[in-house]
């Protein structure tokens, strides 16, 4: 099936440096979703995004979702060790007739040193 | 507010045998989709159901389906299991109120899976 392109696969930060991550896709999307999944755990909805250009923050987490559509970023400011996990980034299509399954990236896989 | 629960948990079961996993959503939530997360794959859609119907269906051979009950309760199963059917089944609910256009509440909560084995 479709994928997103996420990036970067993993990345080893110290604690309290900043993380940007971002997903692009081929094709638009009017839903952009961030996720959060630890081990032997379901994703945890992060940050909900529904219009082009939007930026919402949720405490130290700030996604935007793209003007194009084809886009979007999660920044995380700060990082603590309960950061650990992996990201997932998530778009949906609903052109009328209602909403398409999401469709994921691959996820960011943050490993945080203290 | 109770999440989304699945059961079981846990599940070991032999190439060729059938298998039904079990998704109660979010109270009040009418929506349930299900995925399938592979380590290669990544997580993909399986099928939505909503007011007892399938409204949308992923790209999975017909061995893969689902039903929903009128308590939004919904079942998938998987028949004539293959090695490659291991993975995480992930259930996740969305609100979906009557009136409302759909794109304003599509945040799917998702359950912890059903870690399937297939020896």
């Known amino acids: 099936g479709q994928q997103l392109n996420q990036s970067p696969q993993s990345m080893f930060i110290q604690e309290g440096e900043d993380v940007s991550m971002n997903c692009t896709s081929s094709?638009?999307?009017?839903?952009w979703l961030w996720y959060k999944q630890d081990p032997g755990e379901g994703p945890v909805l992060l940050i909900a995004l529904y219009k082009a250009g939007e930026l919402t923050s949720n405490g130290r987490l700030t996604a935007q979702f793209g003007i194009t559509r084809k886009d979007s970023f999660l920044n995380i400011s700060a990082s603590i060790p309960s950061d650990v996990g992996i990201y997932f980034c998530?778009?949906?299509?609903?052109?009328?007739?209602?909403?398409?399954?999401?469709?994921f990236g691959k996820g960011t896989h943050l490993i945080i040193q203290p | 507010k109770a999440g989304v629960t699945q059961t079981p948990r846990y599940l070991i079961k032999t190439r060729g045998q059938q298998v039904t996993l079990s998704c109660s959503p979010i109270?009040?939530?009418?929506?349930v989709s299900w995925y399938q997360q592979t380590p290669g794959q990544g997580l993909q859609f399986l099928f939505e159901?909503?007011?007892?119907?399938?409204?949308n269906k992923g790209n999975f051979p017909g061995r893969f389906s689902g039903r929903q009950f009128s308590n939004s309760r919904s079942e998938m199963n998987v028949s004539t299991l293959e090695l490659g059917d291991s993975a995480l089944y992930l259930c996740a609910s969305s609100l979906r109120p009557r009136g409302k256009p759909n794109w304003a509440y599509n945040e799917q909560f998702f359950g912890p899976g059903t870690r399937l084995t297939v020896l």
């Open positions: 998530a778009g949906q299509l609903d052109s009328g007739g209602g909403a398409d399954g999401l469709t």
């Open positions: 094709s638009i999307f009017n839903t």
């Open positions: 159901y909503f007011s007892e119907t399938q409204r």
């Open positions: 109270s009040g939530h009418r929506s």
